[in-house]
């Protein structure tokens, strides 16, 4: 269990999970942000340790290139969103638990589908042959990360500004869909 929650903390801590619990934490309430995230990351990670090494036969090139996909679509929702100058966390009467658990939830399912997180969570499964304690130290890893992302944005909106948060997001939305992009078509 400590090997697979050091080894999947690691390789996610920089991950796009991070940027994206980040952002969706700036914007909702962060409760409602990882309980999606949390199922999301808990699904990820059972099909990781049922499904072994065949997430590893998966095309990496599709995968890329709808993630990369995706990221591009999440930017330009980003930069075209109305600015209202709201500079708060909506409050929960704004955004129901279901729509903002149910948006992390389809972000982490789809973006993080064949990620290196899961085949390296899929071949530890295999490489053990402990599928409870690989899994266990997986999800918690991937909590903890998605944890940390989702404080981190809040803690940050305190001191910069909303506005700014968003298009830096953007931005680093915009490279990372580039970059995805680039992996799905160079191979």
Request: hydrophobic fraction near 60%.
């Given at each position: 269990?400590?090997?697979?929650?050091?080894?999947?903390?690691l390789a996610?801590?920089p991950?796009?999970t991070?940027l994206a619990g980040?952002v969706?934490g700036?914007r909702?309430?962060a409760?409602?942000?990882f309980?999606?995230v949390?199922?999301a990351?808990?699904?990820?990670?059972?099909l990781?340790?049922?499904?072994?090494s065949?997430?590893t036969?998966?095309?990496?090139?599709a995968?890329?290139v709808v993630?990369?996909?995706l990221f591009?679509?999440?930017a330009a929702?980003?930069l075209?969103?109305?600015?209202?100058?709201?500079?708060?966390?909506?409050?929960?009467?704004d955004?129901?638990?279901?729509?903002?658990?149910g948006a992390?939830?389809m972000?982490?399912?789809?973006a993080?589908?064949?990620?290196?997180?899961?085949?390296?969570?899929?071949?530890l499964?295999a490489?053990?042959?402990d599928?409870l304690?690989v899994g266990?130290?997986?999800?918690?890893a991937l909590?903890?990360?998605?944890?940390?992302?989702?404080?981190g944005?809040?803690?940050?909106?305190k001191?910069?500004p909303?506005r700014l948060?968003?298009?830096?997001?953007?931005?680093?939305?915009?490279?990372?869909g580039?970059?995805?992009?680039?992996?799905?078509?160079?191979?």
């Amino acid at each position: 269990m400590a090997v697979a929650f050091s080894l999947v903390f690691l390789a996610e801590l920089p991950d796009k999970t991070a940027l994206a619990g980040l952002v969706l934490g700036t914007r909702y309430r962060a409760s409602y942000v990882f309980a999606g995230v949390a199922a999301a990351f808990a699904l990820h990670v059972t099909l990781a340790v049922a499904a072994g090494s065949v997430l590893t036969l998966l095309p990496q090139q599709a995968v890329q290139v709808v993630t990369g996909l995706l990221f591009l679509g999440g930017a330009a929702m980003l930069l075209l969103k109305r600015d209202d100058g709201e500079e708060t966390v909506r409050r929960p009467e704004d955004q129901s638990f279901w729509k903002v658990a149910g948006a992390g939830f389809m972000l982490i399912l789809v973006a993080e589908f064949g990620d290196l997180t899961q085949i390296m969570t899929a071949n530890l499964a295999a490489r053990y042959d402990d599928p409870l304690s690989v899994g266990l130290g997986a999800v918690l890893a991937l909590w903890s990360v998605a944890g940390l992302g989702i404080v981190g944005g809040k803690a940050l909106m305190k001191r910069v500004p909303l506005r700014l948060i968003t298009k830096i997001a953007a931005v680093l939305m915009i490279g990372l869909g580039v970059w995805s992009l680039w992996e799905g078509i160079a191979g």
